[in-house]
């Protein structure tokens, strides 16, 4: 009987470790279950992913994914010289394109003797290059061509916050005006909301200024007739009478302007002096005018006029004789 119960209990202990072994198993398998749905739901993820623009090689690994650089805020001008046989149809020609690529015409100066016209054109930004490289073909002959290009990404974005800090002052003040209780107080607030208003409008126009300049290119086209660019030939004439008569007319006509320029240059001194040294000397004049006059010299008396003796001189000594009348 004892031995029956032995065996009894072996054998339950059996059962229940391999129920938990199998319990354990179960949970396992259902712990790597999950581990694989989770390593399945990652490459879905990475599927996806790669669907909006990651790389994926062979295996299923999706690599990080690069950032785009921010869109940078450039001005492009350009100034293209063309000579052309026809500069109305070519004006005419550079319009059309401009005009055609979603731009607009900003100014337009032409000149009949000799014939030119100076276009200013305002061309979309990413239809610039391509308007330039045609017009630079279609219109004529190339002569010149200057571009410049200015990032203002940061100008953009400093003034872009600023509008957006000036609105934010602008509705605290308002609010502000609403729980003002004195006119005072209603005063200042106004004064101040002006202020702020002035300055938010001058912001905004820079901002507008920034998105035209940015968003469409500055091109000036020059254009110029074949027949007007071409010079006239120097006489190289410069030997014999001829060539020194004509180099002394130089010489005397510079001279004669170079005496116009110090005349021109001493004009203002000369009336300067004349406007206070007359006056001066009229006044001297007047003084000198009003002296009296000189004593006149006494008349000689009968006795020298009838041949008298003149006066001993008085050095003489006291002795000496008189002289014999």
Known sequence: MLLVLLLAAALGACASGSDESSSSGDSAGGGRDASAARRGAAPQAGATGSAAGAPQDGGGRTDAKVPLPAARSVVYTATLRIRADDVDAAAAKAKQRAVAAGGYIEREQGSSGPPSSTLRLKIPADQYAGVLARLSVDLGTKVSLNQQAEDVTGEVADVDSRVRSAQAALASFRKLLDKAK????????????????????????????????????????????????????????????????????????????????????????????????????????????????????????????????????????????????
């Open 182 to 325: 004195t006119v005072g107080e209603v005063v200042d607030i106004e004064r101040e909301i002006a202020s702020r208003e002035a300055d938010l409008e001058s912001l905004q126009a820079r901002q507008k200024s920034l998105q035209d300049s940015t968003r469409y290119a500055t091109l000036t086209v020059e254009l110029e007739a074949k027949g007007g660019a071409v010079a006239a030939e120097p006489d190289d004439d410069g030997g014999g009478f001829t060539g020194g008569l004509r180099h002394g007319w130089d010489a005397f006509t510079a001279f004669v302007g170079g005496v116009a320029t110090a005349l021109g240059w001493l004009l203002p001194f000369l009336v300067t002096a004349a406007v206070i040294g007359l006056p001066a000397l009229a006044v001297r004049r007047r003084l000198r005018a009003r002296r009296p006059a000189a004593p006149a010299a006494e008349p000689e008396s009968e006795l020298a006029m009838a041949g008298a003796p003149a006066e001993a001189p008085r050095d003489l000594p006291p002795h000496a004789p008189p002289p014999p009348r």
